[in-house]
Structure formats: structure tokens, C-alpha cells
């Protein structure tokens, strides 16, 4: 049964740092890896998608790994600022193409002006 | 395009009372999920249907939820009758083939059983 765990649950961190959040999966067999933002009381916001075929995806000042084999993946955000402050979740879908999503708790990010 | 959509945004009940969740997918998106997140937990899959078929309902929690998606274009959820931990976040989600299947979600509904 596939498992997400992100850590940390939260980070706290001065504007203009750059940062990165962890998130392991039990199961490499994985079919891709995407990573959301969640605002409060909003939807989810895709952020970046990794193909099982693929090592990382950059979008603006992020950037996504994968390693498939040890189970897990990073979100870097250079630069870090106030805007960034969000819960960004990990998600993996399963082998098959149409398999469901599973999701890590998330990490809560506040970036401190 | 327009995204997922997801009706209501709000929606506050009493125990016992019936509740319908609708979620309007993207255009010509043949695959519709629905996930929930109660408090404190990671967002959980409840099922997915491929046009109006159900293709894996292995996360619906009981009988108290059901799941259409007559004509396989929009897709409701109804809870009936709500307990109080139904409540929650419920996210509906579509993908399409052509789109390497990620899955564009909409903003959610929240669901408070008072």
C-alpha cells in the first residue's frame, strides 16, 4: 500500500532564503509525482509533475527531483517570499495511468517578511 | 479553458440531513475524481469514474455515499444521511489521455455536519 510522508509538517523561514521540502513514497512503482499548493480555503494549485521517466521539472524559481529508486522527491524554492507562504502537498499516482492520487499531509510553509 | 468546478463552495448541515455535492469537469475530460480531506488528514481518494462508468470506488467510506456521473459529462456526490464526520474538504478532479492524465482540480467544496 503506497504511503506519501512530507517533512516537515512545518517550516517557518526569513524571506529570500532558499528552502526545500522532502516527501518519500513506499512505492517506486509509480506512474508520476506532483506537487500542489494549497491556500487556505482554496483548491489545489499544480505546481510541477514529474513523469516516473523523468529526474526534475523547473518552474520560475522551482525545481522538482525524483528518485524513483529511493522513494523520494524534493521541492526547491529559491528565492523564498511572503507569497510563497502555503501548505504544498506531495502527491504520487499509482502504475497505472487512471490510478487515484496519494497524498502526504503537506507542509505548512510561512515565509516571514 | 475552464477549470473544474464545484458546487457549492459552502454548505452547512444539520446531522441527519442530505446533502449534494455537484463538480463540473473539464470539457471533454473523461476522467472525474473525487477526494475528500477531513481535519487533520491528507487528502483521500473516494472514487473515480471513467465517462459515467465507475472505474475504482475502493475509497467511498460506507453506503451513506453515492456517486453519479449520468452522461458522463457533470458528476454529483450526495451524502444521506450526513454524520458529523462527514465534514471536510471534498475535491473533484479531471483528466484526460491527451493530457499525459494529470489531474486539474477544482477548488473544492467545504462540508460542515453540525
Known amino acids: 500500500k503506497q504511503e506519501v510522508t512530507q517533512i516537515p509538517a512545518a517550516l517557518s523561514v526569513p524571506e529570500g532564503e532558499n528552502l526545500v521540502l522532502n516527501c518519500s513514497f513506499t512505492?517506486?512503482?509509480?506512474?508520476?509525482l506532483q506537487w500542489f499548493r494549497q491556500d487556505p480555503g482554496k483548491g489545489l494549485t499544480s505546481l510541477l509533475l514529474?513523469?516516473?521517466?523523468?529526474r526534475e521539472q523547473t518552474s520560475g524559481r522551482l525545481n522538482a527531483s525524483l528518485d524513483k529508486s529511493s522513494g523520494r522527491s524534493t521541492l526547491y524554492i529559491a528565492a523564498s517570499q511572503p507569497g510563497d507562504s502555503a501548505t504544498y502537498l506531495c502527491?504520487?499516482?499509482?502504475?497505472?495511468?487512471?490510478?487515484?492520487?496519494?497524498f502526504g499531509k503537506g507542509t505548512r510553509l510561512h515565509i516571514l517578511p | 479553458e475552464a477549470g473544474v468546478t464545484q458546487f457549492p463552495s459552502h454548505s452547512v448541515i444539520e446531522k441527519g440531513q442530505t446533502v449534494t455535492l455537484r463538480c463540473d469537469p473539464i470539457?471533454?475530460?473523461?476522467?472525474l475524481y473525487w477526494y475528500r480531506r477531513v481535519m487533520g488528514k491528507e487528502i483521500k481518494f473516494l472514487l473515480h469514474?471513467?465517462?459515467?462508468?465507475?472505474?475504482?470506488e475502493s475509497g467511498m467510506p460506507n453506503n451513506r455515499f453515492l456517486a453519479e456521473r449520468t452522461g458522463g459529462t457533470y458528476s454529483t456526490l450526495k451524502v444521506q444521511p450526513a454524520e458529523l464526520e462527514d465534514s471536510g474538504v471534498y475535491f473533484c478532479?479531471?483528466?484526460?489521455?491527451?493530457?499525459?492524465?494529470?489531474?486539474?482540480f477544482g477548488p473544492g467544496t467545504r462540508l460542515t455536519v453540525l
Open positions: 478532479a479531471s483528466s484526460q489521455e491527451n493530457r499525459g492524465h494529470e489531474q486539474f
Open positions: 512505492d517506486s512503482a509509480i506512474y508520476n
Open positions: 514529474i513523469q516516473s521517466s523523468q
Open positions: 502527491a504520487v499516482k499509482g502504475w497505472n495511468r487512471d490510478d487515484k492520487i496519494i
Open positions: 470539457s471533454g475530460h473523461d476522467n
Open positions: 469514474f471513467v465517462k459515467e462508468s465507475k472505474q475504482d
